[in-house]
């Protein structure tokens, strides 16, 4: 089943979300590992710049689950 690890990942992405949304909108940068404002764009301390990849990710994250639960309903 192809959507299977698509849909794990999306999950694990969500997650990640989540875990932001609830510890004040802060993200860890990948590059210090600090957490910092999750609205900047640079990381303060290190000044790794955040692309929008991430944002996009997120809702084909949503798109794919609501694919699959569309798949199982219907
Ligand atoms: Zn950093």
């Known amino acids: 089943m192809v ?3 698509a849909l794990v990942q999306a999950v694990v992405v969500l997650r990640c979300d989540l875990r932001n949304l609830l510890s004040m909108k802060t993200k860890e940068c990948p590059s210090c590992a600090m957490e910092i404002d999750a609205d900047s764009k640079e990381c303060p301390i290190c000044q790794y ?3 929008e990849i991430s ?3 997120k ?3 949503i798109l794919l689950i609501i694919v699959f639960l569309l798949y199982i309903f219907f």
């Open 55 to 57: 944002t996009s990710y």
């Open 59 to 61: 809702w084909i994250a």
């Open 49 to 51: 710049e955040f692309s």
């Open 3 to 5: 959507v299977l690890p």
